[in-house]
């Protein structure tokens, strides 16, 4: 059974920067990819990026490129989003999700149970 | 990347089948068949309920079905239970490793 573990809830200031990490076990990290969504409360789910698990290569959504960065740690099977210049609007739940199957990146099989940042003065 | 165009709010009474659209473009769902569907329940994390347009995961009951014309995709719930109730997200491929949700849809079973 495929598990993705994230970190705990975060709390930052304006313009500070937050790294949030999403630990999988039982997931391939061969020619697998992972995606990273976010939801405000109340509001719908928005697609961030897809990093590739084993290259390490990313793609960003427009709206999240210069301020996100993915990364992974193959020795630990873990994969890690960070936001940085964070405002108000960026305070959200923060889900990694992975597809089922190797070399699939159109659907996500798997979610993680999302971390909250919040980002207030 | 504009988000993909769903309703607001459907509705319908136990037994009784739904259809939820989710619109885009020829750049995304006109121009792939990679369209999946997300059922999420307050506070819990999104879950596959069609993906492929009309394929359906292990688990996933056949009362759900997705079809795909031109620019628009549907996902149908045949056969209304309590339990449908929830919001529902459509996703597309929109190429060169991106992806968009549709705004997202509330349905109520009566």
């Known amino acids: 059974q495929v598990q993705l573990v994230q970190s705990g809830a975060e709390v930052k200031k304006p313009g500070a920067s937050v790294k949030v990490s999403c630990r999988a076990s039982?997931?391939?990290?061969?020619?697998?990819?992972m995606h990273w969504v976010r939801q405000a409360p109340g509001q719908g789910l928005e697609w961030m990026g897809i990093i590739n698990l084993s290259a390490g290569t990313t793609n960003y959504a427009q709206k999240f490129q210069g301020r996100v960065t993915m990364t992974r740690d193959t020795s630990t099977s873990t994969v890690y989003m960070e936001l940085s210049s964070l405002r108000s609007e960026d305070t959200a739940m923060y889900y990694c999700?992975?597809?089922?199957?190797?070399?699939?990146?159109?659907?996500?099989?798997?979610w993680g149970q999302g971390t909250l940042v919040t980002v207030s003065s | 990347q504009s988000a993909l165009t769903q309703p607001r709010s459907v509705s319908g009474s136990p037994g009784q089948s739904v259809t939820i659209s989710c619109t885009g473009t020829?750049?995304?769902?006109?121009?792939?068949?990679?369209v999946s569907w997300y059922q999420q329940h307050p506070g819990k994390a999104p879950k596959l309920m069609i993906y492929?347009?009309?394929k359906r995961p292990s688990g996933v009951p056949d009362r759900f079905s997705g079809s795909k014309s031109g620019n628009t995709a549907s996902l149908t719930i045949s056969g209304l239970q309590a339990e449908d109730e929830g919001d529902y997200y459509c996703c597309s491929y929109a190429g060169s490793n991106t992806l968009v949700f549709g705004g997202g849809t509330k349905l109520t079973v009566l």
């Open positions: 039982r997931y391939t990290f061969t020619n697998c990819y």
């Open positions: 492929d347009v009309s």
């Open positions: 020829s750049s995304d769902v006109g121009g792939y068949s990679y």
């Open positions: 999700a992975g597809p089922g199957a190797e070399g699939v990146v159109t659907r996500f099989d798997y």
